[in-house]
């Protein structure tokens, strides 16, 4: 029996050259992002759950490298799938993504045109 997919799903596929910054190779949701990861399981490639660095890496474009303050959560990522391919038993890392920003003052959050709001 088939399960219904989740439109809520979001996946997102990294391609890495030696050399080079990793960067996005298909990015989707709900039934594109299942399709995602079947193709990549399909072809023997890991998957990883992440909704915290799926939320950030699906912001980037298709052929957009990743933006250095998601170096360190990616490399920690591309670590751990290489010690589980060479056989180890090893835990899923926690990644160390960057802190959400928040605007610092309330003209950060008005949109163009639009007067800042006062305190």
Known sequence: M???PDARARAVALAYTEGSTPRVVATGKGLVAQTIIEKAREAG?????SPELVSLLSQLDLD?????SLYRAVAELLAFVY???????VAAPVLHLPEPETPAD?????APGEPARQP
């Open 45 to 49: 490639v890991f998957v990883h759950q």
């Open 2 to 4: 088939a399960s219904k």
């Open 83 to 89: 010690l589980v391919e060479q056989g180890n038993d």
């Open 64 to 68: 957009d490298h990743i933006p250095a």
């Open 106 to 110: 309330p003209a950060a959050t008005t």
